[in-house]
């Protein structure tokens, strides 16, 4: 199976990327500023939720693409690792996202997880950056590349719970933080847009 160190630095990376400012975690963070903690902590679990559909798609997806030919890896590798720099780009010229205090006010608790669910499910970047993210940490020597990409999934998962759930307890002090220095969004859109640089490399350089 995947070794430990491996996963650490799944796990890492995973945190990172969660980290960088987008739609996703800026939704969590206005709803837990206008309706509270329960209400960020509930789009959270129902981003999570898709995500889990996403990680099954991907891991059957995968596993046939890596045992179909050394043509299909190498195709798979190289779209991979160009949407990773793809990202790369747009993280690095992304400048400060507008935190719009407005987006989704008024919702049940209900609405606000169903909402998580279909924001998170019908994005096709989600599956996309899923399908050039997950496969370069695993190795079809270790067994199943299916539950490799199950565990990888599940390890994205337990990391964008600690990071969003983080960030809807703490949504007022940093909500005001984020709203009022523009350049601490941009270092971590630039940190993220290095991480992606690395996935791509690594990506490139996969031996099947």
């Known amino acids: 199976m995947i070794p430990i160190e491996t996963l650490a630095a799944f796990f890492m990376a995973s945190v990172l990327l969660a980290l960088a400012p987008g739609p996703?975690?800026?939704f969590v963070l206005t709803q837990s500023a206008l309706h509270g903690r329960l209400s960020g902590l509930l789009v959270t679990l129902g981003l999570c939720t898709?995500?889990?559909?996403h990680t099954t798609a991907v891991a059957f997806?995968?596993?046939v693409i890596f045992q179909a030919s050394a043509l299909a890896f190498?195709?798979?590798?190289?779209?991979?690792a160009g949407y990773l720099l793809y990202l790369a780009w747009g993280a690095w010229r992304a400048g400060a996202?507008?935190?719009n205090s407005g987006s989704g006010v008024g919702l049940s608790l209900g609405k606000l997880y169903r909402r998580g669910i279909i924001m998170n499910?019908?994005?096709p970047k989600v599956s996309i950056f899923f399908l050039a993210f997950l496969p370069q940490f695993a190795d079809p020597t270790r067994g199943s590349l299916t539950l490799q990409m199950i565990l990888l999934g599940g390890v994205f998962i337990i990391a964008t719970i600690?990071?969003?759930g983080s960030i809807a307890l703490l949504a007022g002090a940093l909500g005001s933080?984020?709203?009022?220095?523009d350049k601490a969004q941009i270092v971590m859109n630039r940190v993220a847009s290095l991480v992606f640089v690395g996935l791509a490399l690594k990506l490139a350089t996969t031996q099947r």
């Open 24 to 26: 996703d975690n800026i």
């Open 50 to 53: 898709g995500l889990i559909v």
């Open 61 to 63: 997806g995968v596993a």
């Open 74 to 80: 190498m195709a798979l590798k190289l779209l991979g």
């Open 97 to 99: 996202a507008k935190i």
């Open 121 to 123: 499910v019908t994005n």
């Open 162 to 164: 600690l990071v969003f």
């Open 177 to 181: 933080f984020l709203a009022r220095s």
